[in-house]
Structure formats: C-alpha cells, structure tokens
C-alpha cells in the first residue's frame, strides 16, 4: 500500500474546534435490557479516538447510534453538530464508515466495485489512487468473491475512504489481515488523521489502538469504565517488575519494593511474581523500585531469572477491566 497523504480530505483545516463527533450520556436499550448506561465521549477533527471493551460492551450500539441507524433512548449524539439519525443528507457526504460486516458484490470486479462506489460519491477520489492506497492495484480485475478475507477489508476501507470523508467509522478495520497488511492499513489511516480525518475506531486488538489512538475509552458492561489520553492511561496503571520465583522462595519471600504492590501468577508453567509500581514520580518509580530488588537479591545471594521492567501495556489495562466491577475512572476523556 502507498501513502494515502496525498489524498488528504479537501474540506479539512478549518480551524474549527467543535468536535467532529459528540457523545453525551448515551443511553440505548433493547425492551428492557440497557446495552448502554451513560456512555460520554468527543472526537475532533485529526484526532483517532479508539473505543475498546469487553465482548457486549455496548461499542457496536454506540457506534450504530452514531450512524445514525439508532436513535437513542436518551442522551445526545452529534456529528458536526447535528443529529445523525437517519443518516440526514448533510452528513451523508462527509461520513463514511468500514462496517463490521461488507456489503459489496462478489460478482463484480474490484475495479467495478470502486466504480460503482465512486458513482454514489460527490467528490471521489479516482480510481487508480485507491487501488495503489489499499494495495490492491494488481487485484483489479479479480471478482471480489476470489478475494482473501483481509484483501475483502482492505477493499472496504478502499470505498470508505474514496468519497474523502472528514468522519470515519472504523468496526474492526483490519480483521482477517496478515501483520504486514495490518501494518501498511495502520499507514493508511494514520495518513487520514494527518490530513484532518476525524477517526473513531473499534478493535480487539489492542496494539492497534496503542499504535494508531489518540485516546481511548474501554467499555464495560455497558459503562466507559477507563477513558483518557493513552499515554496518560498507561502512566496512570503503574510500572511492572517481573521475575520468576526463585527455587525454594513463595511470594510472602520476596522484598516489599516501595510503592509497590506483588502479585503472584504463572507464566508458561512457572511461578511468576509481578509488582505493579505506582506512585506520582513517573520518571523514576520504576528504576527505584528495580534497585531495591536488585540490592535484596544481591545481599540474598539470589539469582533473579527473567527479570523485565516495563510499562503497563493496554492488555493490563483491559484485563483489569475485564476481571472486575466497578474500576475507578483514571482520567476523563
Ligand atoms: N438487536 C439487539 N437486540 C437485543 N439485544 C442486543 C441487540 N444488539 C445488541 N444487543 C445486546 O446489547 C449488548 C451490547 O451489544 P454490542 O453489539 O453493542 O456490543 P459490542 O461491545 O459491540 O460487542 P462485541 O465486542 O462482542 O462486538 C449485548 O449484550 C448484546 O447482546
């Protein structure tokens, strides 16, 4: 795949600091059961906003509702300001969307599914720039039946992308993709945030929303149960140490490490201990911590195998949320 910077939105860079996309106390249910309870989030022009959870989260919902395919049971959703429901045709043009499930043709060719998709757009990209953009020119003239899966998302993102959208939609853009398609698509739409497009993405796998997230919410049971910057999030879950229990040693063994709290676990087959380090001095909770540990180690004579210091990732984060009810809210987005 290319760059797609050279197909930046044309209707971009105005300067304008309302959010692209505004969520306020969502609510939605089906009969009586409330699949979202509250939800409240905005996403601005060049900013990718990546809503996670649990499986029955309420993400789909939210997004569905976003749409314009929902309207909620109460709260307000808006893009640019106005009320999507039922796609209104002011929205239609400035919002596209790589849905869950394609809908295209099996039948047609790839270069006549882009052209029927560049027939319906106001101001389409041509057609070779969006072969070239989602690595598809050589596959032109294949039907889309004869598509592998992670060929057919790429297509999709294709005609998501041609009618130059300021709003996008992304459910699960890049499932069914190989790690080096993953990686050219993650290009792609870093590519539209750069040119102004405003992105909220859903996803399971969390590396993406590390590398492409501006911020993010994780949902829960129908709640945003952590929301913030990412990195800030990150920060805010606390530092890890982690080693493997020695031979002989049991958890109430090991050192209490300042600001630190141990757990025990496995680890393919072994006794494993991780101390989540918090604490407000970021920069240096960690080295402390580690130094102390390696001082007790060396005055105990003992050898500490697979030792890594690191930073929470997104799957501690999601984890945590998963295991539980009821986890404090970090940072509000
Ligand atoms: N049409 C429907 N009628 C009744 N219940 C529904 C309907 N659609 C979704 N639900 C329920 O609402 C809840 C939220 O579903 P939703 O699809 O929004 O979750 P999600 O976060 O997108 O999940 P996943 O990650 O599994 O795709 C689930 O409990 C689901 O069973």
Do not use: C
């Amino acid at each position: 795949m290319t760059s797609a910077q050279q197909i930046s939105p044309a209707r971009t860079g105005t300067g304008i600091t309302a959010p692209a996309i505004s969520v306020r106390d969502l609510r939605q249910s089906y009969g009586d059961f409330e699949a979202v309870r509250g939800v409240s989030f905005g996403v601005g022009r060049g900013e990718l906003f990546a809503l996670l959870g649990t499986n029955g989260a309420g993400k789909t919902t939210t997004i569905e509702t976003l749409e314009g395919f929902r309207r909620p049971t109460s709260g307000e959703v808006r893009v640019f300001g106005t009320d999507p429901f039922g796609q209104p045709a002011s929205l239609r043009e400035r919002v596209d969307a790589v849905l869950q499930h394609s809908g295209v043709f099996g039948e047609l060719t790839v270069s006549e599914t882009v052209d029927l998709s560049r027939d319906l757009a106001a101001n389409p990209l041509d057609r070779d720039t969006v072969l070239r953009t989602i690595g598809l020119a050589d596959r032109a003239r294949v039907a889309v039946r004869q598509l592998s899966g992670g060929q057919k998302r790429r297509l999709d993102l294709g005609l998501a992308l041609l009618s130059q959208p300021e709003v996008l939609f992304l459910d699960e853009p890049t499932a069914g993709m190989d790690p080096e398609a993953r990686r050219a698509t993650w290009r792609v739409i870093e590519d539209l945030v750069a040119g102004g497009v405003a992105v909220l993405l859903t996803t399971h796998y969390l590396e993406e929303a590390e590398r492409l997230a501006d911020r993010i919410a994780i949902m829960h049971a129908g709640e945003v149960r952590v929301s913030g910057r990412i990195h800030e999030v990150l920060t805010g879950w606390g530092d890890r140490i982690g080693f493997r229990i020695p031979d002989g040693l049991r958890l109430d063994d090991l050192p209490d490490l300042s600001g630190a709290a141990a757990e025990a676990d496995i680890r393919e087959n072994e006794p494993w201990v991780s101390y989540v380090v918090t604490g407000d001095d970021t920069a240096g909770r960690g080295h402390r911590a580690m130094a102390e540990l390696l001082d007790w180690a060396r005055h105990n004579d003992v050898t500490l195998q697979r030792l890594e210091l690191r930073t929470a990732s997104l799957e501690d984060v999601f984890l945590s949320v998963a295991a539980q009810d009821g986890v404090a809210e970090l940072a509000t987005a």
